[in-house]
């Protein structure tokens, strides 16, 4: 039952250009929503985040849109950069909860 | 003085054997957390701690023990390990309460294989 899923295990973009990453969830009771970055052989990081109240959320070259009736949220990176190639996780979480449910991840590649 | 920390990195053991993970926060967090991401790089919650009190505890089998000697410590011991288990495992920690809306910050991760 998987309730957060990134549909593309891969995408190659070229550098200056704009990579989008997409996210699709299953539980309308989710209602805060992130995104994070792993560099191989590292924990992930924490890029940016999302509540259910807004539709988007943009910091520097990163924005986050969210599309409730959807079900989905995509990830904007602009313009892109080679050190921005690793993988990328989407998570989920609704209030009253106390954790994450993470997709399957998303692996970019930034061609230089 | 990295924020969440692991020992060991790499952990290469025999079926049937039992082993420990370590981990640390220095980020004066009152939340952790263990996760496991499986070969097909599912990323999934297994434990939960706040103050040192179990707050998530996921369908684990209880060959797994997590302990929480103080809350900037939360170790994962393991018994009579199986092929299965070979994963890697992170731990995690968030400041507060553990709330859906808060921030979680992940260690580097343990590379278990077991033989």
């Known amino acids: 039952d998987q309730q957060v899923k990134q549909n593309s295990p891969s995408l190659s973009v070229q550098e200056g250009r704009i990579s989008i990453l997409n996210c699709d969830y299953t539980?309308?009771?989710?209602?805060?929503f992130l995104w994070y970055k792993k560099y191989p052989a590292e924990g992930p990081t924490f890029l940016i985040s999302?509540?259910?109240?807004?539709d988007k959320n943009e910091d520097g070259r990163f924005t986050v849109f969210l599309n409730k009736s959807a079900k989905h949220l995509s990830l904007h990176i602009v313009p892109s950069q080679p050190g921005d190639s690793a993988v990328y996780f989407c998570?989920?979480?609704?209030?009253?909860?106390?954790?994450?449910?993470f997709g399957t991840g998303t692996r970019l590649k930034v061609l230089a | 003085d990295t924020a969440v920390s692991q020992t060991p990195k790499y952990l290469v053991t025999q079926m049937g054997n039992d082993k420990s993970i370590k981990c640390e926060q220095n980020?004066?967090?009152?939340?952790m957390y263990w996760y496991k991401q499986d070969s097909k790089k599912f990323l999934k919650i297994m434990f939960s701690?706040?103050?040192?009190?179990?707050?998530i505890n996921e369908t684990v089998p209880n060959r797994f023990s997590p302990k929480s000697p103080d809350k900037a410590h939360l170790n994962l011991h393991i018994n009579s390990l199986e092929l299965g288990d070979s994963a890697v495992y992170f731990c995690?920690?968030?400041?507060?309460?553990?709330?859906?809306?808060?921030?979680?910050?992940f260690g580097p991760g343990t590379r278990l294989l077991v033989l």
């Open positions: 995690a920690s968030s400041q507060n309460s553990g709330g859906a809306k808060e921030t979680q910050y």
């Open positions: 539980n309308s009771m989710f209602d805060y």
């Open positions: 999302i509540s259910s109240i807004k």
């Open positions: 998570a989920a979480s609704a209030s009253g909860t106390y954790k994450y449910i």
């Open positions: 980020l004066g967090h009152d939340t």
């Open positions: 701690y706040n103050n040192k009190e179990l707050i």
